[in-house]
T-cell receptor, first 113, second 113 residues
Framework: EPEVTQTPSHQVTQMGQEVILRCVPI?????FYWYRQILGQKVEFLVSFYNNEISEKSEIFDDQFSVERPDGSNFTLKIRSTKLEDSAMYFC???????????FGAGTRLSVL | RKEVEQDPGPFNVPEGATVAFNCTYS??????FFWYRQDCRKEPKLLMSVYSSGNEDGRFTAQLNRASQYISLLIRDSKLSDSATYLCVVNRGYGGSQGNLIFGKGTKLSVKP
C-alpha cells in the first residue's frame, strides 16, 4: 500500500539552528500538506502546497518557515531559526485532490534544546 | 465556539461495549468530514469519511447532521485494539482552503478486558 514517508523520525537541534524536515508524498498525489502537533495538543494545519506553490498557510507558518518541492518526489519543510516552542511532531500529508482524504506520514519529532 | 469540538473523554469501557463519540463544528461551509484515529505518539490514520446519508464500516457507524453541524461515531462490540484517541476532522471548506483540515482535540478511548 502506498504511503507517505518522512525523515528523520526524530531531529534534535539547538535553538537558533536551521532544520529541514523531509517528506516523500504518495506518488500520484498532487496536494501536499504540513501539520504539527505539540505534545498533548491537537493537530494544527501549517501549510498546503499545490502546483509548486503554497495554496494556503496558517498564522503559525510565519517567515521562519518555508516549503519546497526540490524534485519530483520530495517535499520539505524548513525552519530557519528554531525556537523552543517549535518542538512538536511534524506530520506531512498528501491527497489526490483538495477536499479528498489526506494520508499522513509517521511524523518527525522535532526537539529544540 | 471552537472550530471542532469533541467530548473530552477519556472513555473507559469493557470489551464488547458500544461507545459513541460526538463532535460539533462551527464552519457551515465545511464540505468534508472524517474520523481519524491516533495511537499514542503516532500519526493520524483515517478511520472513515462521513457522509450525510450516514455510513457503516463493520463495527463502525458514522453520522453527519449538517443542519446541526454535528458528527457522530458509534463503535459496536469494542475490542482491545480499538483503544486510541479518536479525532473528529473537518475541512475548512471554502476556496483554496478546502484541503485544510481542522482537527478536534480528540477523545481518548480505553477498552479494558
Amino acid at each position: 500500500e502506498p504511503e507517505v514517508t518522512q525523515t528523520p523520525s526524530h531531529q534534535v537541534t539547538q535553538m537558533g539552528q536551521e532544520v529541514i524536515l523531509r517528506c516523500v508524498p504518495i506518488s500520484n498525489h498532487l496536494y501536499f500538506y504540513w501539520y504539527r502537533q505539540i505534545l498533548g495538543q491537537k493537530v494544527e494545519f501549517l501549510v498546503s502546497f499545490y502546483n509548486n506553490e503554497i495554496s494556503e498557510k496558517s498564522e503559525i507558518f510565519d517567515d521562519q518557515f518555508s516549503v519546497e518541492r526540490p524534485d519530483g518526489s520530495n517535499f520539505t519543510l524548513k525552519i530557519r531559526s528554531t525556537k523552543l516552542e517549535d518542538s512538536a511532531m511534524y506530520f506531512c500529508a498528501s491527497s489526490e485532490s483538495t477536499g479528498r482524504i489526506q494520508y499522513f506520514g509517521a511524523g518527525t519529532r522535532l526537539s529544540v534544546l | 465556539r471552537k472550530e471542532v469540538e469533541q467530548d473530552p473523554g477519556p472513555f473507559n469501557v469493557p470489551e464488547g461495549a458500544t461507545v459513541a463519540f460526538n463532535c460539533t463544528y462551527s464552519n457551515s461551509a465545511s464540505q468534508s468530514f472524517f474520523w481519524y484515529r491516533q495511537d499514542c505518539r503516532k500519526e493520524p490514520k483515517l478511520l472513515m469519511s462521513v457522509y450525510s446519508s450516514g455510513n457503516e464500516d463493520g463495527r463502525f457507524t458514522a453520522q453527519l447532521n449538517r443542519a446541526s453541524q454535528y458528527i457522530s461515531l458509534l463503535i459496536r462490540d469494542s475490542k482491545l485494539s480499538d483503544s486510541a484517541t479518536y479525532l473528529c476532522v473537518v475541512n475548512r471548506g471554502y476556496g483554496g482552503s478546502q484541503g485544510n483540515l481542522i482537527f478536534g482535540k480528540g477523545t481518548k478511548l480505553s477498552v479494558k478486558p
